[in-house]
């Protein structure tokens, strides 16, 4: 990462969020805990490879506090050991985050997000200590507010994210020591509809506005960029009373001008995955 789509702004984002917003529609007639995880081919998160092309397990969950504010967690890991490959790609990758969501309306939502992302191995000038915001840290927070109008009869929904503290800092030059904080920004726009055969199809738009402190890495530096183009299939499969499996396909395209950033992995993704919802 610096951080590490649709495919995970719908798992990170629709998964956690989505399931957290219909969890708290759930929550009135009773608390309880919503639980998932994903088996995917590989971790893309809003245009950015993460962990090269190996598979991921992504185990995540959101308990309702009330009616309005929910906390939840959401882990993945890659089980590789080396952080880096023979040839400087990314290869071992895992993280953690911690969520807190409060429903203002029935479609705004508000979602602090704590992302911890500390390197498999011991690499030279990271710290991997928790609670370390600054600029040689692994974690940093994103504030992000959720429109979604599902519930108005309108399967729209619009995301607006921006780091608020962490290792986010854009270097006035090589001998400044921290820098200051750019606040960088991202927003996606998505569309969710039925069709036949009981799919899912999600289509999304995703930019990041001011890259300038190179958080997201597969991005353009110097203006926004759109980094996310993508679209997700989807099918529920109904193993029991109380376990979903959703299977899922989809395509991520990166648009970013800068192809030096987008090394070693290209502008393209494709993923398939499974989710098990208890």
């Known amino acids: 990462m610096k951080k590490a789509g649709l495919i995970f702004v719908l ?20 608390k309880k805990w919503d639980i998932n995880l ?5 971790y893309i998160w809003r245009g950015q490879s993460w962990g090269g092309k190996y598979p991921v397990a992504q185990l995540y969950g959101n308990y309702n506090v009330s009616d309005k504010f929910s906390v939840g967690f959401w882990a993945t890991h890659n089980f590789k050991k080396e952080y880096y490959d023979a040839n400087g790609a990314s290869k071992g990758y895992q993280e953690l985050d911690f969520i807190f969501n409060y429903a203002i309306t029935d479609y705004l939502t508000v979602s602090l997000q704590d ?22 840290g692994s974690q940093s927070i994103d504030l992000q507010f959720l429109f979604d109008f599902s519930e108005k009869g309108v399967p729209i929904w619009f995301t607006l994210s921006t780091l608020i503290a962490g290792n986010d800092f854009r270097y006035k030059d090589e001998n400044d020591e921290k820098g200051k904080q750019n606040f960088t920004t991202y927003m ?11 799919l899912n199809i999600a289509p999304v738009v995703g930019a990041v506005l001011n890259n300038k402190a190179e958080y997201y890495t597969f991005a353009d530096y110097n203006k926004p960029s759109f980094v996310n183009l993508g679209c997700t299939v989807s099918k529920d499969i109904q193993l029991s009373e109380s376990i979903t499996m959703p299977i899922w396909l989809n395509y991520t395209y990166n648009a970013a001008s800068n192809k030096t950033n987008l090394e070693p ?6 993923v398939a995955g499974v989710t098990f919802t208890y």
């Open 265 to 270: 992995f290209g502008k393209q993704f494709l």
């Open 115 to 136: 992302y911890y992302w500390p390197s498999t191995d011991k690499q030279e000038g990271v710290s991997n200590d928790f609670f370390n915001f600054g600029n040689d």
């Open 38 to 42: 994903d088996i995917a081919s590989r």
């Open 188 to 198: 996606e726009i998505g569309y969710d509809f039925e069709a036949p055969l009981g």
């Open 11 to 30: 798992m990170l984002t629709n998964s956690i969020l989505f399931a957290q917003e219909n969890a708290i529609d759930t929550v009135k007639v009773k």
